[in-house]
């Protein structure tokens, strides 16, 4: 089964690190993107950015660029958004999302969510 | 970067037919294919239409999208109507970087 899973919901305070996962199965973890989508508590959807696990290219959105950084391992089949200093606006659900690229970009498979808390 | 612009809410009847808007800022909506998202209280997002029309295996044939030129703004469909299909759903497209609509919440009832 195609599926990716993400790591469990975190508690913590501004100014801590944060990384959190979204590991990849049932498929050639190398051959897809990875897409990282933000969703703020009552909010819609926001891209943040994308990487190519297969040579490690990535791409952010203007909104995320020096916020976040987003990597993947591919010997363990597993992407990664990293916060350096956290704050509280920076609580949101973390969805990771595997993608293609033809005539357009499409996703296929989402994982089930990370929900991160910022809080003193 | 353009935006994509959903109506906040719409409402219908179970059995019903119902067409969700989204419609792009600037550039041509023909430009980039969009893509919908159905997002169910409490889960997460799943695709339910791909390149403008096109359906993943395992969505109903109730959904179907389109795209008009002459209005700038794609749609989506559902019809037959059933209560299992309220939820909020996102149109997205890209450009430089990927463009999410606002989301619009559907209530069937």
């Known amino acids: 089964e195609v599926q990716l899973v993400q790591s469990g919901a975190e508690v913590k305070k501004p100014g801590e690190s944060l990384k959190i996962s979204c590991r990849g199965s049932?498929?050639?973890?190398?051959?897809?993107?990875i897409a990282w989508v933000r969703q703020m508590p009552g909010k819609g959807l926001e891209w943040m950015g994308i990487?190519?696990?297969?040579?490690?290219?990535?791409r952010y959105s203007p909104s995320f660029q020096g916020q976040v950084t987003i990597s993947a391992d591919k010997a363990i089949t597993t992407a990664y958004v990293q916060w350096n200093n956290l704050e509280a606006p920076d609580t949101a659900m973390y969805y990771c999302?595997?993608?293609?690229?033809?005539?357009?970009?499409?996703?296929?498979?989402w994982g089930q969510g990370t929900m991160v808390t910022v809080s003193s | 970067n353009y935006m994509l612009t959903q109506p906040h809410s719409v409402s219908e009847s179970p059995g019903k037919t119902v067409t969700i808007s989204c419609t792009r800022s600037?550039?041509?909506?023909?430009?980039?294919?969009i893509q919908w998202y159905q997002q169910r209280p409490g889960s997460a997002p799943i695709t339910v239409i791909y390149?403008?029309?096109?359906?993943p295996s395992g969505v109903p044939d109730r959904f179907s999208g389109s795209i008009d030129t002459s209005s700038n703004s794609a749609s989506l469909t559902i019809s037959g109507l059933k209560t299992e299909d309220e939820a909020d759903y996102y149109c997205?497209?890209?450009?430089?970087?990927?463009?999410f609509g606002g989301g619009t919440k559907l209530t069937v009832l």
């Open positions: 999302a595997r993608a293609s690229y033809t005539s357009g970009w499409r996703i296929d498979i």
């Open positions: 390149d403008d029309n096109q359906r």
């Open positions: 997205q497209s890209y450009d430089i970087s990927w463009v």
């Open positions: 049932g498929y050639s973890f190398t051959n897809y993107w």
């Open positions: 990487i190519y696990p297969g040579d490690s290219d990535t």
């Open positions: 600037s550039g041509s909506i023909a430009s980039n294919h």
